[in-house]
């Protein structure tokens, strides 16, 4: 089976920066993604990661240790548009595989 | 125009009414995906299909059938909706490439209300 835990909600103000934490315990592993979800909305790609490290995009970043089972989502600079879900999603091993999502973290920012 | 679209975006039925929910693509993709997303519980996969002849079942199937036209349309039908099937519908598309990374597009969403 698969267990992905991820903060229900994070609150951060503008400017400053973010990480929001992913845990995951799965049944074999290939790949762990974030999308990002605004209100009423469908979700958007943001990142991918497969091997250990951090992986940069701009204002965002996103890290991954398969050993413990473990990635992060880091926002730098925020800004107000950045309000929003931030789902966590890992593929299990095997082409045939699909994503299991995380229930999503609500992040608000505020001025 | 959209690559993943879904209609309708907004349906109220009532108890025991048959309901199909369509979605169509034009990305050219093989993989197609049905999710429904409540309040508090994520996204969650109802049926899945990686080509024309394949469906398969996903996490919380019951009560859903799919039918695969075409490469580029996935419909979902709930036979009897009940009100616990409300909730927000999406479908997603997404391509193989080398056996990895594989990122999912999503539509807009359908809102189903089941009264």
């Known amino acids: 089976g698969q267990n992905i835990d991820q903060p229900t909600e994070m609150t951060a103000t503008e400017g400053a920066i973010v990480q929001i934490n992913c845990t995951y315990q799965t049944s074999g592993f290939n790949g762990l993604f974030w999308y990002q979800q605004h209100a009423g909305e469908a979700p958007t790609f943001l990142s991918y990661n497969v091997l250990d490290g951090l992986e940069e995009k701009g204002r965002f970043s996103s890290f991954l240790s398969r050993s413990k089972g473990y990635s992060y989502l880091l926002l730098k600079e925020l800004q107000m548009k950045d309000s929003a879900s931030y789902l966590c999603a890992v593929r299990a091993e095997g082409g045939y595989s699909t994503l299991t999502f995380g229930k999503g973290t609500m992040l608000l920012v505020s001025p | 125009d959209a690559d993943v679209t879904q209609t309708p975006r907004n349906r109220i039925t009532k108890t025991g009414k048959r309901i199909m929910l369509e979605c169509s693509q034009t990305?050219?993709?093989?993989?197609m995906y049905w999710y429904r997303q409540d309040p508090g519980l994520g996204l969650r996969l109802i049926y899945y299909?990686?080509?024309?002849?394949?469906?398969n079942k996903g996490e919380i199937s019951d009560g859903y059938s799919v039918s695969r036209q075409a490469q580029a349309k996935f419909s979902l039908s709930l036979e009897s909706a009940i009100p616990n099937q409300t909730a927000l519908y999406f479908c997603?598309?997404?391509?193989?490439?080398?056996?990895?990374?594989?990122?999912?597009?999503f539509g807009s969403g359908t809102q189903l209300s089941v009264l």
């Open positions: 299909s990686f080509d024309v002849k394949d469906i």
């Open positions: 990305k050219g993709h093989d993989r």
């Open positions: 997603a598309t997404s391509d193989l490439f080398g056996g990895r990374s594989e990122k999912l597009f």
